[in-house]
């Protein structure tokens, strides 16, 4: 099982769903980046895992599709619509389709599940909740949601706090602690996503850290910092606003009690981590689909090591 | 003033905005068409006539927008989505912002006036009513909406009986009784549209056909049937199946008391017509805009020498 956020997280889970059986690989989504735009229900780590698995994922910026058109950006704009948050044609076909039955009753994991199968994904991919959690982040100029942030403002506010609104009413989705929990688990894999923005909305949802506290299986993350820097997106500089050590070492303090492993890059191999934990240094930039799959067998392996350390 | 249905009311609507100073032209469309699609609100006839009127509409369907594209249409297919009834990329953004607006309370009248400005169309686009109406055609399966006889069904099903639900308890739009009562209007005109789907609707609106009644400016109709045949749709089949003469003439007598004046395609000159009524032969197949503004124009003087009719 692997837990992941968008483009860094689903690059990982797609070298875990090429390195072991795909239909054996469970993988949960945060689902705190949802919102409604435009009326629509969209999910966009949701949608980055289901587009990365399926290889519909455009190559160069890791999330939409390949070969996407913009026709109804460009319409839209012409009628004084919203265009700060890009809707391509076809990938607008997911939004459409998940809210159209989101609003029949259907709930987000078995609409994620079927949606993901017809784009031929084999893995599960698991929304972590079926109901609302919406990351908020505290700036100077105050409280503003995920994507205003993200998207619209470009990560350029200085965080503050953060907030997991409605995370404390959430259920986890239907089978995701009986995964969690499965003796036949071989590993738990935190992909190299945002602890904050990515990784904490999953763990905010009740039972679901219990769960990963609990566990059998041994648990390894993989580091989305690389030399103090993040790959892609906030992730140093908000864990430096917020007072954290932005480094592989922070990341991986920051996951005490919930992890057996840790794979860093060997740039960070030399640095302080936690006492008991096993750190297991590999190339963390995943430019090919090579790097993907070297990763996750590394990942992998570092669990197993792990594994028959706690066994043993 | 125009009532008009969809592709061919729109033509004539067309010419009419080209012949007159378009900013005094009203357009009351029908929207007994209108339907909620993949949870978006979707205004056929309002569509077409503000894209005609814009120049935005795809020459040859008559309906939708020129250099449409699919890749929505083909993402929701692999989606299992529905497809029936086919959304162009940049026609979406019509629906999913007037979705929007009405969502957030917005009345259909204003969000149709911004969205027709926004494409520059001068003339006024006026729903019927900001109130539900729907078409509903009973066949001998039962009875079914409009979109799926329409669209689904091709209009093949035999038609024994119509209604438009909720037409009893809808007002017509704000604007539109003032509009028709307006001492300032120079005339009223059917448009060439299904009598049965497009001006019926229209007229089952509480008020409006008393308005149409008690009008101070001529009337005139442009015949939507040439030679017992509709140029397009289920016009004569429909009247027919209803039992009614599916003929120039037919229609005439349909719109009795309600018009001045009729245009008829010269094939359809030697009918008998309502006594009383000034009928004006002039041809009535529009291909091209040249024919749009002659048939306007022969509309326009037909209306004005019945209104010197009445008046004198």
């Known amino acids: 099982m692997a837990l992941s956020g968008g483009v860094g997280g689903a690059k990982l889970a797609h070298g875990l769903s090429r390195v072991l059986d795909p239909s054996r690989l469970a993988v949960v989504a945060n689902t705190g980046d949802d919102f409604t735009h435009l009326g629509l229900a969209v999910s966009p ?10 290889g519909e994922v455009d190559p160069e910026r890791g999330w939409g ?3 996407e058109t913009w026709h109804f950006m460009e319409a839209l704009e012409r ?3 919203e265009t700060w948050f890009r809707l391509g044609d076809a990938d607008l076909a997911m939004h459409v389709e998940r809210t159209r039955r ?6 987000l994991t078995a609409v994620t599940a079927d949606l993901a199968r017809r784009l031929g994904v084999a893995a599960r991919v698991l929304p972590m909740s079926d109901d609302p959690v919406r990351t908020r982040l505290q700036a100077d100029e105050g409280w503003m949601d995920f994507q205003d942030y993200f998207v619209r403002r470009r990560c350029e506010p200085r965080v503050r706090a953060l907030e997991y609104a409605g995370a404390g009413l959430a259920a986890p989705a239907p089978g995701l602690l009986e995964a969690l929990r499965d003796p036949g688990l071989r590993a738990i894999v935190f992909c190299p996503s945002n602890p904050l923005l990515s990784i904490g909305p999953i763990l905010a949802v009740p039972g679901i850290r219990e769960a990963l506290v609990a566990r059998r299986a041994p648990a390894v993350a993989v580091s989305p910092l690389i030399g103090g820097a993040a790959v892609r997106g906030p992730t140093a500089k908000m864990m430096r606003e917020l007072g954290l050590d932005a480094t592989a070492s922070g990341v991986a303090h920051g996951y005490a009690g919930l992890i057996d492993a840790f794979v860093a890059d060997p740039a960070d191999a030399d640095l302080a981590y936690p006492r008991g934990l096993l750190v297991h240094a590999a190339p963390a930039l995943m430019a090919t689909t090579g790097d993907r799959e070297r990763l996750a067998r590394a990942a992998l392996a570092a669990a197993d090591i792990a594994g028959r350390n706690r066994s043993g």
């Open 45 to 54: 780590d949701v949608d980055t895992l289901v587009y990365t698995l399926s």
């Open 65 to 67: 599709r390949r070969d």
């Open 79 to 81: 009628l004084g619509g």
């Open 102 to 107: 989101l609003a029949a009753g259907e709930r």
